[in-house]
């Protein structure tokens, strides 16, 4: 977790900062032992709790580190969080292709409120930048090129997802660069589970790199626009 996320007004909101740094805390402490059953126990409901958990935790952590008129940029966010809870959820109950649908739907929602929340800073992003495109294209091709043989009749939803995918990751470089390397990790998870799902690559404790750059990923967008709309607000600023 950053620090921007349990950041708050000198006066005024000092109550929502005890509550931001126990959400904090506890998303630690809940990763920790995702992470753990990911490579102990993956399928053990364990597992399964401590996922469910976790995006609720960061959406707590970035709900209390903001203000009570929050920016359009914040809400975005949260909103860009539940659609990813549900990702994380709704699949349990739904088995198959079908359950692999209802992620990647979900999940695409969560990619649109990102993009949503992240579009008034594009001019100072990679995506304002032909040559800084590159690498992500080139990472989105090969993903592509690498899962299509495998992927068969979920290939056209899966390509419209890595495309949002692709842009939100760009579109996150205008936030500065800790949400510039936020969006690559979280890229970078969605292609590791693309990867498992539709080749025969498979990491040692591939659920555990998943999960891991899940959480970072994410945790840094979302500390990033704390950390923005605190400096547009003027809420937040370590400044005196």
């Known amino acids: 977790m950053n620090a921007d996320l349990v950041r708050t007004p ?3 909101m000092t109550g929502r900062k005890p509550v931001s ?16 059953a990911q490579l102990t126990a993956p399928d053990e409901v364990v597992s399964a709790a401590t996922q469910i958990l976790l995006m609720p935790l960061l959406f707590g952590a970035v709900w209390f580190a903001s203000t009570g008129a929050r920016q359009p940029l914040i809400r975005m966010v949260l909103i860009a969080l539940c659609f990813s ?10 088995g198959g292709d079908a359950g692999f649908l209802v992620m990647v739907g979900c999940f695409m929602v969560a990619q649109v409120f990102y993009i949503l929340a ?4 594009r001019r100072s992003s990679a995506a304002a930048r032909p040559l800084l495109t590159l690498p992500y294209i080139a990472a ?3 993903l592509v090129i690498s899962c299509a043989p495998g992927a068969g009749a979920l290939l056209v939803p899966v390509v419209i997802y890595g495309l949002a995918l692709m842009m939100m990751a760009m579109l996150a470089t205008g936030l500065g660069a800790l949400a510039g390397v936020g969006g690559a990790i979280f890229l970078l998870s969605d292609g590791l589970i693309a990867l498992r799902s539709f080749t025969e690559f498979e ?10 750059t899940y959480v970072v990923g994410q945790s840094m967008i979302a500390a990033a626009a704390v950390q923005r709309a605190g400096r547009e607000t003027g809420i937040g600023s370590t400044e005196p």
Do not use: K, N, Q, S
């Open 10 to 12: 000198r006066t005024g």
């Open 21 to 36: 740094i126990v959400c904090g805390a506890a998303l630690i402490v809940v990763t920790a032992a995702h992470l753990i």
């Open 203 to 212: 990491l040692p404790g591939h659920g555990f790199w998943i999960m891991l």
């Open 118 to 121: 992240l579009w008034p800073y």
């Open 85 to 94: 809870w549900l990702g994380d959820a709704i699949p349990r109950f739904v």
């Open 140 to 142: 989105f091709a090969v």
